[in-house]
T-cell receptor, first 117, second 117 residues
Framework: NAGVTQTPKFQVLKTGQSMTLQCAQD?????MSWYRQDPGMGLRLIHY???????DQGEVPNGYNVSRSTTEDFPLRLLSAAPSQTSVYFC????????????????FGPGTRLTVL | AQSVTQLDSHVSVSEGTPVLLRCNYS??????LFWYVQHPNKGLQLLLK??????LVKGINGFEAEFKKSETSFHLTKPSAHMSDAAEYFC???????????????FGRGTQLTVWP
């Protein structure tokens, strides 16, 4: 059981390049999400998914796309990278997402450190 | 709307002395509250969580937090600091209401804990 895995760990892009940050979990979790962490800002939600085929925007979705074709994978795509997207990106998953029920603990991946020049 | 305020961006203590990290929250519904810890260049690890059971919550590594509804606070404490406690700590509230924000996590900006020998 690997938990939540993220690749790559580090990435440097030039402005305008595109790339995909990978996130996978092997715990059969319904809920997955992407956050970015910037100094002094805590973590901010980019996009999330409550199950395969369902995604929605978080606080800071601009410049990012997501899809959820399987329960296990939740990739984050940067279509045209900008220096403002330099950050550390965390993927997280949670075991259940019952509407109106209690929130469950989210399990975080190790993060991807992205620099956009 | 949900929000979290961590009252101190930096806290410094001597090894063996008590730790107090302060957190106030705002929530439209009965919240779930969490404390996460992040060691340098690592992902986030759950310390403890409150989900409307006992108001005094015990976590890992000797940490505990008390939910005080009247004060809208969820302060984190530890009786005796250890060098290994030096890290960044995040107070988090989860939206347990209904609608599109259900299950989202809202992070405080973090408190950096320094432990002096």
């Amino acid at each position: 059981n690997a938990g939540v895995t993220q690749t790559p760990k580090f990435q440097v892009l030039k402005t305008g390049q595109s790339m995909t940050l990978q996130c996978a979990q092997d715990m059969n979790h319904e809920y997955m999400s992407w956050y970015r962490q910037d100094p002094g800002m805590g973590l901010r939600l980019i996009h999330y998914s409550v199950g395969a085929g369902i995604t929605d925007q978080g606080e800071v979705p601009n410049g990012y796309n997501v899809s959820r074709s399987t329960t296990e994978d939740f990739p984050l795509r940067l279509l045209s990278a900008a220096p403002s997207q330099t950050s550390v990106y965390f993927c997280a998953s949670s075991p259940s997402f019952l509407r109106g029920g209690p929130a469950d603990t989210q399990y975080f991946g190790p993060g991807t450190r992205l620099t956009v020049l | 709307a949900q929000s979290v305020t961590q009252l101190d961006s930096h806290v410094s203590v001597s090894e063996g002395t008590p730790v107090l990290l302060r957190c106030n929250y705002s929530s439209s519904y009965s919240p779930s509250l969490f404390w996460y810890v992040q060691h340098p260049n690592k992902g986030l690890q759950l310390l403890l969580k409150y989900t409307s059971a006992a108001t005094l919550v015990k976590g890992i590594n000797g940490f505990e937090a008390e939910f005080k509804k009247s004060e809208t606070s969820f302060h984190l404490t530890k009786p005796s600091a250890h060098m290994s406690d030096a890290a960044e700590y995040f107070c988090v509230v989860s939206d347990r209401g209904r609608g599109s924000t259900l299950g989202r996590l809202y992070f405080g900006r973090g408190t950096q804990l320094t432990v002096w020998p």
